[in-house]
């Protein structure tokens, strides 16, 4: 019986497996075309193939019932307003931040959308291919969403609804404010459209608020229900392009490029070139704050535990007190490029021959000479294939004119958000290779932080082979139990990792612009454990539990860096 249902689980992640290889292949040819209808012939295999999937994100995408948890996912990181829209562009970095058009900024996504008329909104793509597989998933999502509406109001072919459809469009077009009572009138109806029940609408109501939208959810609900609508019965069916210049540009690194350019022309301008190098993807105030903080807040680092300190720095309330910190860090050797290239990743430049490192309190050696004195470079997180982009232009030489430059790189240290397999959110993930989904290409390498460097200080580490997902909006169940229980002996899953080591090691194996010795550090902390029930992303936030890994992580490679 044992080795039966074995066999049923294994298949199961096949399919699962075989589903996703299915949407990646399809989603680089609809791009490859031109365009498409999601929800036409041309969008049957992405809805299939994600019907097949049942990704944990999306919760209950198979069952008829809505997905709400799933749905606020995704409109968090969509454009405000992409439910009403019939036609969806996907364009390059076009030229449109000069124009009249507003940008529409995703709250948990950073891209530029503009909504150009009453059906149309284009979505600037500047950070390649995943932003892409991102958008597409969540489009689809969203529109098969929409045809479980559509298929609980029609009555007929002709366009025939139910009442509650009417009383949710009476509601939804009034122009006046609803009063308490008329909300929970709105909202009996629209449960029943879902499938739902009163009190589960009631709980995610505001959830979905928008100050200036206050019954945004019943927005959401009514124009996804209308277009699919119009699918049905007049065929006027949604339609995702992908314009030519977005087409021709993919893939070509310009984006990367031009960053990369700006980057070097202000380390050659602070005269910084020549000195030993440091990258350090992470998120823009952990390096800040474990440099500056004992610096600047004197006071509060004498009273309370450093972790404390970091944690009310990353509560948003708290402007002063990070304003301190920046203003020191801006005094003392922090260079900041705000990012124009369209990657979306912001940088900043540590000199360290300007930090009296003994004022810290990471017992870090005294410094003898300016010229050894390291220079941190700090990136932002980037996005999925976008990380090979970055990395692969920053890694190649500074050239101007005949002479060439290479760079005196001497780490790079990697520091993310992933999912975990076993432990649970906050918990920290030391890979020691990256295998990347949907092939069989594994990325091994040596990663000079270890379990022993974190370990013993409150927070759970673990040590293994990491997967690099094409999306983290794809994974199931199935899928994550195989790569946790096989021999890939897989801990956790995360965007990147196995786009930055493909990049460091063509340059520092085969191309060599840097070192072939480069140090390599990797460190993830967890953000959720999608094998647990209601563990997932769409669960929420990490809130301050993500405080102390960060900085754990942060510390230890800063004391790495200056001890190397």
Known sequence: MSSMI??????????SSNAIERMYITMRHLFNRGFYKPMGVSGETLREALLVLRPEIYGSIADEKAELEGLLYVIDRLPHGIEECRFINLTS???????????IIPPKRRRNCYRIDDEQMNIEITRGRSEIYDILTHLTFLFVESHKISKRVLIDENGATTRDWQKLEAAVLTKKKLTQKEREIAITHTANILGRTFKELSTV???????????????IVYWLGKLAIEEVVSNNKRTVTFSPVLRERLGHHIHGEMWSNTIKETLKNEDLLERPIHIISANLHSVMNTLYAPIALKAETAKTEIFKVYEALSQSDNKA?????????EQQGMI???DTSGTNIDVQIFDTSKIDLSKTDLNLPKQDNDKEAPVLFVMDYAFGEQAYETIDEFLKPFSEGESKTHLNVESISIMGKAGILEGGKGDIMIPSAHIFEGTADNYPFKNELSKTDLEGQGVAVYEGAMISVLGTSLQNKDILKFFYNSTWNVIGLEMEGA?????????SKVRGSIRPDVKVR??????DNPLETGGTLASGGLGTSGVKPTYLITRKILQQIFNQ
């Not at 970095?93 to 940008?103: C, I, N, V």
């Not at 786009?499 to 340059?507: E, L, R, S, T, V």
Request: aromatic letters at 14%.
């Open 6 to 15: 074995k066999k049923h689980e294994r298949t199961r992640a096949q399919e």
């Open 522 to 527: 990797y460190a993830y902390y967890a953000s």
């Open 321 to 329: 007190l990070r304003n301190k910190v920046t203003i020191k860090a």
């Open 93 to 103: 970095d076009e030229g449109y931040k000069d124009s009249h058009f507003e940008p």
């Open 336 to 338: 900041f490029i705000k």
């Open 499 to 507: 786009h930055y080591q493909k990049a460091i090691q063509a340059a």
């Open 205 to 219: 109501y505001n959830v979905f608020a928008l100050p200036s939208k206050p019954e945004r959810l019943l927005h």
